[in-house]
């Protein structure tokens, strides 16, 4: 078992209940395989903590940039606290040592992973929440998150991949780009589609996913890192 009194002092955190912080970072697929252990998963604390962000990252766009208008603080606000950022910034304050996971779940890596340490860090923040209030879980989403705005708004991550790659497109080459399904994969309940991004006739990357959309933004994504656009 981690210890978890020194990852809360990592966290730069001391908590009333410890237990909280091992909730936190429990996730469903432990509990199935162990069943003599008596404590919650994380669920619960990840819809809490969830609520206490989109508050707390509102507050904090709605204040330091009174001039933008909600779509704007609304890109924002997504940016910052989307499943990528959030893994970032849950892998960069070592969550990943401290998840309570299943075997199986231990294996997950890319997309997948990035889910579960974004839930846990949310859950860490709803547990900061019901030990210590507001204030104390809006201090530790403030030194964990806000300083990545200056970024967002510089590589205008704040924009979605297609998007993004459709701006840079017309200005460095003057043609909009074009997404082509390749392939569809699978039973319908389960499809993984193929899509390629094409600048005219150029294919610049593909791009995978369980939907058209997905996929035409895994291909954004691609495209702007072969093309180092991004």
């Not at 990840?46 to 330091?64: C, I, Q, R, Y």
């Not at 909600?70 to 969550?95: K, P």
């Not at 082509?180 to 990357?205: C, N, W």
Request: charge should be negative; glycine fraction near 6%; hydrophobic fraction near 40%.
């Amino acid at each position: 078992m981690p210890n978890f009194s020194t990852f809360a002092k990592q966290l730069g955190l001391s908590f009333i209940n410890p237990d909280l912080l091992v909730e936190a970072l429990t996730h469903r697929s432990y509990l199935n395989e162990h069943r003599e252990y008596a404590w919650n998963h994380n669920e619960r604390l990840e819809f809490l903590g969830d609520a206490v962000l989109e508050l707390a990252t509102t507050d904090f766009l709605f204040k330091k940039f009174p001039a933008k208008p909600e779509g704007e603080l609304t890109s924002y606000r997504a940016a910052l606290v989307n499943t990528v950022s959030l893994a970032e910034r849950a892998q960069a304050l070592g969550v990943n040592d401290f998840l309570l996971l299943s075997k199986g779940e231990s294996r997950d890596k890319g997309r997948a992973r990035d889910v579960i340490l974004a839930d846990a860090l949310e859950a860490i923040i709803g547990a900061v929440y019901l030990d210590q209030g507001f204030d104390t879980a809006e201090i530790f989403i403030a030194k964990n998150l806000y300083g990545k705005i200056d970024e967002v708004i510089a590589k205008r991550s704040y924009q979605d991949a297609k998007s993004r790659f459709q701006e840079i497109a017309q200005e460095k080459r003057g043609i909009t780009p074009s997404y082509e399904t390749l392939s569809e994969e699978g039973p319908d309940h389960a499809k993984l589609f193929t899509v390629g991004v094409f600048i005219g006739r150029e294919k610049i990357a593909l791009g995978e996913g369980q939907s058209k959309q997905e996929a035409e933004q895994s291909a954004a994504e691609a495209g702007l890192a072969a093309l180092q656009w991004s």
